[in-house]
């Protein structure tokens, strides 16, 4: 028996399968030398890139909770929480980047729409 369209969920893969994209699209823009010089690396990139792969392993981390009881939702949720948490950081690095280095408009566009995509599909 199939689920009416309109009350599906979105599936958790699809949240891993989009925060993994975040987190590569991150180190591509981190990797680029046009968009942050080498000498800034250590100080701010390397932070944006931690805050990204911290987001695709706390949602890894929550799929893999199987729930049973009380102990594993919160388990469960605790690791949303966190992944949650660091999308929040994320765009605010992000939203220095951009002040500070001047990342081409499509480009901060685009990594943008997908953090925050991911971050609605957290909260959901």
Known sequence: MSVVKSKRGEGQLLVITKANELATYTIKICSNEKNFPKHYRWCI?????????????????????????????????????????STYSLL???DIS?????????????????AVEVQTMLRN
């Open 45 to 85: 990139t390397s932070k944006i890139v931690d805050a990204a792969i911290e987001i695709s392993n706390n949602a890894n981390m929550a799929n893999s909770v199987f729930v049973r009881d009380e102990s594993d939702y919160a388990l469960r949720k605790q690791y949303q929480t966190k992944a949650l948490a």
């Open 92 to 94: 605010s690095m992000m």
């Open 98 to 114: 951009y002040r500070v280095f001047g990342i081409e408009n499509s480009r901060m566009e685009h990594w943008t729409k997908i």
